[in-house]
């Protein structure tokens, strides 16, 4: 079993920065592939990034490429998401997941543990 928990969220103007972290527990973390996911209000849950176990591989939606930077840190069973250039429209609550695979997936089925997400709004 992991238990993951977001943080880091908050309130930002647009074009500031904010850095997620995603703490899991348990001791298999590094062969997990790990993804961020949000959602607003009345929208679905929508891929953000995700990396893979070795932190090797890593893909981004298009509408945050050269914004948002996934990484990990294995010996701290950490994951980040660096968000820059924020946006209004980036404002949801984000997702930490965890893959057993740890194949990198942008699908949310293939994810076996979620977290219970951290707000983030962004003002206009």
């Known amino acids: 079993q992991v238990q993951l928990v977001e943080s880091g969220g908050g309130l930002v103007q647009a074009g500031g920065s904010l850095r997620l972290s995603c703490a899991a527990s348990g001791p298999t973390f590094s062969g997990y592939a790990m993804g961020w996911f949000r959602q607003a209000p009345g929208k679905e849950r929508e891929f953000v990034a995700c990396?893979?176990?070795?932190?090797?591989?890593?893909y981004y939606t298009g509408s945050v490429k050269g914004r948002f930077t996934i990484s990990r840190d294995n010996a701290k069973n950490t994951v980040y998401l660096e968000m820059n250039s924020l946006k209004p429209e980036d404002t949801a609550v984000y997702h930490c997941a965890a893959d057993d695979t740890g194949r990198a997936t942008v699908i949310p089925r293939e994810y076996d543990y979620w977290g219970q997400g951290t707000q983030v709004t962004v003002s206009s």
């Open positions: 990396i893979n176990w070795s932190g090797g591989n890593t």
